[in-house]
């Protein structure tokens, strides 16, 4: 109904009756539907990208900590954290203002530059994009 064909159609009699039953000028709630459909290709895509990134166990960076010889540094530091680690938020919905967002950004290192990481911070003082800073600080001379 909502694919890339973008020659419009004519609305069938029950989106009529919904577009008025919900007060909506004619043409207005087609308009709402396609951008809610492409919302949710948009989030299933996200959704199957994240799969396939976490091996299905629903925690990101799993391919590079598993195998990969890599340790997911925050993660050590802050094994319980859950939304104040988040890194990413939509801009849709006000996502960041409601703190809904997902840890997409990561500090990876190998076991033996890991064992240095003394402190962590998500730098969200100022919102520069969608995504938020991470630093880990290191006891390490250089």
């Known amino acids: 109904m ?4 973008t020659t419009p159609q004519p609305m069938s009699r029950s989106l009529r009756v919904l577009a008025a039953l919900l007060g909506y000028p004619d043409g207005q709630l087609r308009s709402h539907l396609t951008e809610m459909s492409e919302l949710l290709r948009d989030a299933e895509a996200a959704e199957d990208a994240l799969e396939e990134l976490t091996e299905g166990t629903g925690q990101p960076a799993v391919k590079a900590t598993r195998g990969g010889g890599m340790v997911d540094v925050y993660r050590k530091l802050q094994p319980t954290a859950t939304d104040e680690a988040y890194t990413w938020w939509s801009n849709r919905g006000q996502a960041y203002a409601k703190n809904v967002g997902w840890r997409l950004d990561y500090h990876l ?27 880990i600080d290191y006891d390490w001379a250089l």
Do not use: C, Q, V, W
């Not at 909502?2 to 064909?5: D, I, K, M, P």
């Not at 290192?109 to 630093?135: Q, V």
């Open 109 to 135: 290192a190998t076991p033996a530059l890991a064992a240095h990481a003394r402190s962590e911070a998500i730098y969200k003082g100022e919102k520069f994009s969608d995504h938020a800073p991470i630093t």
């Open 2 to 5: 909502f694919g890339l064909n």
